[in-house]
């Protein structure tokens, strides 16, 4: 049994989000394995699907990205997940919107979200898949800037990114982690963009 958990702050006002990126990824994978996420658990929204003869169970943690590790850690206790088929999906102002990394180990970088599931796990041997939302410019306050939603110059790499962040996920799962990397961690939406179609993911 597999565990992907999408990070991201529970509510409307958080909806879209750059925060919130690892919600829109966990979406798009429910929705590419015709299930949803909607049954409270574990802190957090839950669904499970079976892909490739594996259960995979989807949560997104309610407890506010701070926290996000108490809902992971209690969902993977209950089930005896082990830590290496444990996924976690998050952003990274460090890399450029619409970039992805994968990382089958290692810190947080910083992220709060991360932070907490390694402190609750007591490990930092965990499979992540960093979604890029780049950086504010000049001294703009980041907490406002990862609060705040893409802007419609955004929308086509961001929406690029979370496609291919659901696929690497997928790919992790039916074909290991170092396939996955070779694979995705060389994705950049930006470089990649087809030109004359835009997106309205973000036009709300």
């Given at each position: ?19 919130n990126?690892?919600f829109?990824?966990?979406?798009k994978?429910?929705e ?6 909607n049954k ?10 079976m ?7 989807l ?19 209950f089930y ?11 952003d990274?102002m460090?890399l ?7 990382r089958?180990e ?8 991360m ?5 609750q ?5 965990i ?11 000049g001294r ?32 992790i799962?039916?074909?290991?982690v ?12 930006a ?9 309205d993911?973000?036009?709300?």
């Open positions: 049994m597999f565990l992907i958990a999408g990070l991201g702050n529970p509510g409307k006002e958080y909806e879209d989000t750059r925060h990126v690892g829109m990824v966990l979406d994978i429910s590419k394995l015709n299930t949803s996420i409270v658990k574990f802190k957090g929204l839950i669904g499970d699907a892909y490739k003869g594996e259960k995979i169970l949560l997104k943690p309610l407890t506010f990205m701070n926290l996000s590790g108490e809902s992971v850690a209690d969902a993977a206790r005896k997940i082990p830590l290496e088929n444990i996924i976690i999906i998050y990274d460090d450029p919107t619409g970039r992805i990394r994968i089958p290692g810190s947080s970088g910083g992220h709060r979200g932070d907490s599931v390694i402190y796990l007591a490990s930092d041997k499979c992540r898949i960093r979604v890029g939302i780049g950086r504010p410019d703009k306050d980041p907490i406002n800037y990862v609060l705040g939603k893409f802007q419609k110059e955004e929308a086509e790499d961001i929406k690029a990114a979370i496609e291919a962040a659901a696929d690497a996920a997928l790919c799962i039916s074909e290991g170092q396939k996955a990397m070779s694979i995705y961690n060389g994705f950049d939406a470089q990649d963009r087809q030109k004359g179609k835009g997106s993911l973000f036009d709300k």
